[in-house]
């Protein structure tokens, strides 16, 4: 399973000029609950997938109540300027979309 197939919400924004949260929540307390407990969101993976470094992810979240996970990581180059080709940063979830969800 994808993870873009097990969330309910997958989306991204700016978290200030400087930095891109990513948002994913589930409808289902179990999907939720292994991907928490199996470690499959780490600083790791999220380097891997955005090309950044590690040292650039400032958080990953995992928060029970809403059954979702929030991670914070530094923009490439601040929002809206030169190079900046998301000014919203509402299209920086797609390299989480195609995670294969091995559960």
Request: aromatic letters at 12%; glycine letters at 4%; proline letters at 3%.
């Amino acid at each position: 399973m994808k993870l873009y197939d097990a969330a309910t919400v997958l989306r991204s924004k700016n978290s200030g000029p400087f930095e891109i949260t990513v948002d994913v929540l589930f409808t289902e307390p179990s999907v939720y609950y292994k991907i928490k407990e199996h470690g499959l969101i780490n600083k790791s993976l999220i380097a891997r997938l955005y090309n950044i470094k590690e040292d650039h992810i400032m958080h990953i979240v995992f928060f029970d109540q809403a059954l979702g996970f929030k991670i914070t990581f530094a923009r490439k180059v601040s929002s809206g300027t030169f190079l900046d080709r998301d000014v919203y940063g509402a299209q920086q979830h797609a390299p989480l979309m195609e995670l294969e969800l091995n559960l």
